[in-house]
């Protein structure tokens, strides 16, 4: 760990938020930021749209630049959304989307419950949390959700770790949606999907998606 990253542990809980926040961070930002990307997100949230009833409000967690949001304000023009960033030049990007006093930026660890919203989402972020950490974020899921849930990730049925671009203990497999249905008695599974990194058109990086409602 570079002494940078050490200085960042002491506002950080775990290494993966050092990591996130850092220059690897930044680097992902060039990676994922393609009107390619943007009119595979429209096609993915359109699909899944079609379950549920009308919204009027979104909170992602772990946003980045804001491809998710940008998809949605083109299928939802007046939805209001928040955002969850951890990287401080991601935030720069997703200000522009939504607008600064829209966007924390901190940790998923840190960020507290202030109001709800009527569609909470997470995609392909909590692979990349500490399993330590899942249970609490979890929590934040559920409090911050009046109605929906949606958790977009690489599905496995055990937990396993996986090496992330030569990095070890980045990635992290498992099925988030299930033991959040778990956690939660009153979360159920309203629709669920999976999207090809080889579909011709519209791909995904193997993306598992799960649709959860409070009742």
Sequence with gaps: MSFIEKTMMENFKTEQEVFWAGSFGSNYISRNK????????VSFFSRIFKSIDKISSCL???????????????????????????????????????GKECVFQE?????????KFDLVLVKTVLIHINPEMLSSVYQKLYE???????????????????????????LFKRDFAGELMDKYS??????????????????????NWFLLEKH
């Design 34 to 41: 393609s009107e390619k990307l943007l009119a595979s997100n």
């Design 60 to 98: 992602e967690f772990g946003a980045n630049i804001g491809m998710n949001l940008r998809a949605i304000q083109l299928l939802l023009p007046n939805i209001a959304m928040k955002a969850i960033e951890i990287n401080a030049q991601a935030c720069i990007e997703l200000s522009k989307v939504i």
């Design 107 to 115: 940790s998923i660890l840190d960020y507290q419950n202030y109001e």
């Design 144 to 170: 911050a959700s009046s109605k929906y849930i949606l958790v977009c990730e690489y599905y496995n049925p055990a937990p396993v770790t996986i090496n992330y671009r030569g990095h070890d203990n980045r």
């Design 186 to 207: 009153n979360l159920k599974l309203l629709d669920y999907g999976f999207v090809y990194k080889r579909d011709v058109n519209f791909p995904q990086d193997d993306i």
